[in-house]
């Protein structure tokens, strides 16, 4: 026994080392085409980030992002989820009718407090512009009926009341809730196999913000399915599968034919003259249509004779709400916290921006530590 004990602890302390040397030395990985998503990448290093704790936040996610073997891990995981027929596996529910949803578990409260003064904090320093907040219900919230009998989940409509109740005055709550209830029998408001909303729904949020906003010279719409084959992330992180992929559409407004825009990816040194990137259609994750996917800053620049531009921060369920806005205003900026590293306030005072909007849906919100961050101006 003692030399099977010996040869035990050899393999595991060479696994364990071996772990640690594939972590230095690996390359960092910018996208997970398991899990259909950027990677955190490492973050930025100076003393008011190592002050503030936010360096040790971005590390905690970078470490868990790059780990050696991840992907390999997270499927032996799954498989032995479903070969003990389990309905849920990493965080996500198989439902009655066969679609996927995320879990929505008890947010940290300290996060939640901090997140909150960073945003009240935030709208106190900017009294000018318009705010507004849309906090998105996920489909655990709208469709309850489908989740497996007995499926444990926090009560995303109670964390939405606190929320909106907690948030300063000076920001203009935006619930979707009623008018998303209203549709849902009639609308797939959120693909069977990947959390982001569809269009459909992005649209009825637009609505919402369209009255709350006062956009009076909104285009008509038409309505295009691009892609019947997607099949998105939830499918590739729970490991389960769906009865059929998802029908992905776009809107496209009948705009004047002296109307065009152009979107600047600032970082990335891009500039493009359509909100959609198609070759992203014949990829893996087609939810990247919407301005090729994620990205730190977004510049759209349109030829509307308006003094009106907007600030929006967010989360990728914007991306699909994106392209509504364009017909609306002079410009839009957009900024996703998980990304950006520069500074809020140079940009804020720079821009002259006369709205901004936040776009979170619940599950990311609940989770976030970037946009305290780049709120508090903590890169």
């Given at each position: 026994m003692k030399w099977y004990r010996r040869i035990a602890g050899f393999l595991f302390i060479i696994f364990i080392f071996g772990l640690a040397a594939a972590a230095l030395f690996q390359p960092d990985r910018a996208y997970s085409p398991a899990e259909k998503r950027n990677l955190t990448q490492f973050p930025a290093l100076s003393l008011r980030t190592i002050a503030d704790g936010s360096f040790m936040d971005r590390m905690e996610d970078y470490a868990a992002d790059q780990f050696p073997l991840r992907d390999t891990f997270m499927r032996l995981k799954t498989r032995l989820s479903i070969l003990r027929g389990s309905v849920e596996s990493q965080g996500v529910y198989r439902c009655e009718d066969g679609s996927l949803m995320e879990r929505f578990d008890a947010p940290d409260r300290e996060n939640y407090k901090e997140t909150l003064a960073a945003i009240s904090a935030f709208s106190a320093r900017y009294k000018g512009p318009d705010m507004y907040f849309m906090l998105v219900p996920n489909a655990v919230s709208v469709y309850p009926e489908k989740l497996p009998a007995h499926a444990p989940t926090e009560d995303q409509n109670a964390y939405i009341d606190r929320f909106y109740k907690d948030l300063p005055l000076s920001i203009r709550a935006l619930d979707l809730r009623n008018d998303l209830n209203a549709a849902a029998a009639d609308t797939q408001l959120y693909y069977a196999s990947d959390h982001h909303w569809t269009t459909d729904a992005a649209l009825i949020a637009f609505m919402n913000y369209k009255k709350t906003a006062?956009?009076?010279?909104?285009?008509?719409?038409?309505?295009?399915?691009?892609?019947?084959?997607?099949?998105?992330?939830?499918?590739?992180?729970?490991?389960?599968?769906?009865?059929?992929?998802?029908?992905?559409?776009?809107?496209?407004?009948?705009?004047?034919?002296?109307?065009?825009?152009?979107?600047?990816?600032?970082?990335?040194?891009?500039?493009?003259?359509?909100?959609?990137?198609?070759?992203?259609?014949?990829?893996?994750?087609?939810?990247?249509?919407?301005?090729?996917?994620?990205?730190?800053?977004?510049?759209?620049?349109?030829?509307?004779?308006?003094?009106?531009?907007?600030?929006?921060i967010k989360d990728s369920y914007a991306n699909c709400f994106l392209p509504f806005l364009v017909p609306e205003y002079r410009s839009v900026t957009v900024v996703d916290p998980r990304y950006y590293y520069d500074d809020i306030d140079v940009l804020m005072e720079s821009r002259g921006f006369t709205d901004v909007l936040f776009l979170y849906n619940v599950n990311t919100f609940a989770e976030d530590t970037n946009l305290k961050t780049v709120l508090k101006n903590a890169q």
């Open positions: 006062g956009l009076d010279n909104v285009p008509p719409f038409h309505r295009s399915v691009i892609a019947n084959d997607f099949t998105g992330s939830l499918v590739s992180e729970s490991g389960f599968s769906v009865p059929a992929p998802d029908a992905i559409t776009v809107y496209l407004p009948e705009e004047p034919e002296d109307f065009y825009y152009t979107v600047s990816y600032t970082n990335e040194n891009l500039r493009r003259a359509s909100c959609y990137e198609t070759e992203k259609l014949k990829e893996d994750d087609k939810y990247q249509v919407f301005f090729g996917g994620n990205h730190p800053i977004i510049e759209i620049n349109t030829s509307l004779d308006s003094t009106r531009s907007l600030l929006v």
